[in-house]
Nanobody, 127 residues
Framework: QVQVAESGGDSVLPGGSLRLSCVVS????????IGWSRQAPGKEREGVGC????????YYEDSVKGRFTISRDNAKNTVFLQMNNLKPEDTAIYYC????????????????????WGQGTQVTVSA
């Protein structure tokens, strides 16, 4: 059974950068679309973006577009979330999730489309 595990969270200053990793185990990454979501205290989990397995295309929510980049290395079974120009409102627990097969671009970043989740990694952006 496929599992995912996030790492790389840390505390950074506004304007800083972080790279999160999501390691997939139990199956080959190439079969899965991977989504990133986040949850801030007192708020619902929201989608950040995703990378599809079918064509390696990526999609981002407007709040992170132009600052965050998702990439994948199928040989290492790992997906990355590069976060630049971080803002205090990016503070949250970040989760990756896996979904076998294809997802339509319009729903690829939605947390509702995923069933396999990691434990999350904390990102704190503060002066």
């Amino acid at each position: 059974q496929v599992q995912v595990a996030e790492s790389g969270g840390d505390s950074v200053l506004p304007g800083g950068s972080l790279r999160l990793s999501c390691v997939v185990s139990g199956d080959a990454l190439r079969y899965y679309t991977i989504g990133w979501s986040r949850q801030a205290p007192g708020k619902e989990r929201e989608g950040v973006g995703c990378i599809r397995n079918s064509d390696l295309s990526t999609y981002y929510e407007d709040s992170v577009k132009g600052r965050f980049t998702i990439s994948r290395d199928n040989a290492k079974n790992t997906v990355f979330l590069q976060m630049n120009n971080l803002k205090p409102e990016d503070t949250a627990i970040y989760y990756c999730a896996a979904r076998a097969g294809r997802l339509l671009p319009s729903v690829c970043a939605s947390p509702r489309e995923y069933r396999t989740w990691g434990q999350g990694t904390q990102v704190t952006v503060s002066a």
